[in-house]
C-alpha cells in the first residue's frame, strides 16, 4: 500500500523565483493537506483540497496557491519566493467526512509524506 | 482560536528512565488530539491519538498520553525509554473531523545512554 510520496525532496531557489511541489495521496484518499514546517517550528496549516477544490485554508498570502487533480493527486505553487519561504513543506492525506455514510472512514488521522525541503537564497 | 501549547522545548533523559512531554491545548469545540514523532530529516508519523471514548489511548511502543478536558491537557508517557525515543515530538488539535491540525511548536526527546 503506496504511503503519500512527494517530491522533489530538496530544491533550491533564488528570491523572486517561483516553485512547484507534487504530492500523491495514500491509495484510497481523495483530500490532501499542505502544511510549512520552518526550522525548528511545527507544522503550519496552508490549505486543503478535496475534489479540486480548496476547502480550507490558513493564515498564508496569496503567493501560496494549489492544485488537485482528478486522481486526487496535488501540487503546492509559491509565487515571489521569500528568504522566510525556506522550509519543509508537507503534504498530507486522508478521508474528509463528508456525510453519514462515511463516518466509519473517519479515523480523525492525517497520513503525511516525507516533505520537500525548499531553501530559497 | 485552538491553540497547542508544548510546554518543553527539549527534554534530556537517561535510558531506561520515564519521561513525560506536556501539551496542552485550548479550544471551544469537541476536539481530536494527536501525538506525532519526527526523526531526522523525515516527515511526521503518527504516535496515538484521541477520538472519544477511553481517555488514555496506547502506541504499540509503549508510549501512552490521557486525554484529561477539565485540566484541556493530553501529555505524553513513557516508563521507560530506549535510544532509539530520540526524536522531536509534535502535540496536534483539531475540530473534530475538520483534519485541519493545529501543532505544537514540538519537543525535542534526547535520551541519554
Known amino acids: 500500500d503506496a504511503g503519500v510520496t512527494q517530491s522533489p525532496t530538496h530544491l533550491i531557489k533564488t528570491r523572486g523565483q517561483q516553485v512547484t511541489l507534487r504530492c500523491s495521496p495514500k491509495s484510497g484518499h481523495d483530500t490532501v493537506s499542505w502544511y510549512q514546517q520552518a526550522l525548528g517550528q511545527g507544522p503550519q496549516f496552508i490549505f486543503q483540497y478535496y475534489e479540486e477544490e480548496e476547502r480550507q485554508r490558513g493564515n498564508f498570502p496569496d503567493r501560496f496557491s494549489g492544485h488537485q487533480f482528478p486522481n486526487y493527486s496535488s501540487e503546492l505553487n509559491v509565487n515571489a519566493l521569500l528568504l522566510g519561504d525556506s522550509a519543509l513543506y508537507l503534504c498530507?492525506?486522508?478521508?474528509?467526512?463528508?456525510?453519514?455514510?462515511?463516518?466509519?472512514?473517519?479515523?480523525?488521522?492525517?497520513?503525511f509524506g516525507e516533505g520537500s525541503r525548499l531553501t530559497v537564497l | 482560536a485552538q491553540s497547542v501549547t508544548q510546554l518543553d522545548s527539549q527534554v534530556p533523559v537517561f535510558e531506561e528512565a520515564p519521561v513525560e512531554l506536556r501539551c496542552n491545548y485550548s479550544s471551544s469545540v469537541s476536539v481530536y488530539l494527536f501525538w506525532y514523532v519526527q526523526y531526522p530529516n523525515q516527515g511526521l508519523q503518527l504516535l496515538l491519538k484521541?477520538?472519544?471514548?477511553?481517555?488514555l489511548v496506547e502506541s504499540i511502543n509503549g508510549f501512552e498520553a490521557e486525554f484529561n478536558k477539565s485540566q484541556t491537557s493530553f501529555h505524553l508517557r513513557k516508563p521507560s525509554v530506549h535510544i532509539s525515543d530520540t526524536a522531536e515530538y509534535f502535540c496536534?488539535?483539531?475540530?473534530?473531523?475538520?483534519?485541519?491540525?493545529?501543532f505544537g511548536t514540538g519537543t525535542r526527546l534526547k535520551v541519554l545512554a
Open positions: 498530507a492525506s486522508s478521508l474528509l467526512p463528508t456525510g453519514t455514510f462515511r463516518l466509519a472512514e473517519n479515523t480523525g488521522e492525517l497520513f
Open positions: 484521541y477520538l472519544s471514548g477511553s481517555t
Open positions: 496536534a488539535v483539531s475540530n473534530a473531523g475538520t483534519y485541519k491540525y493545529i
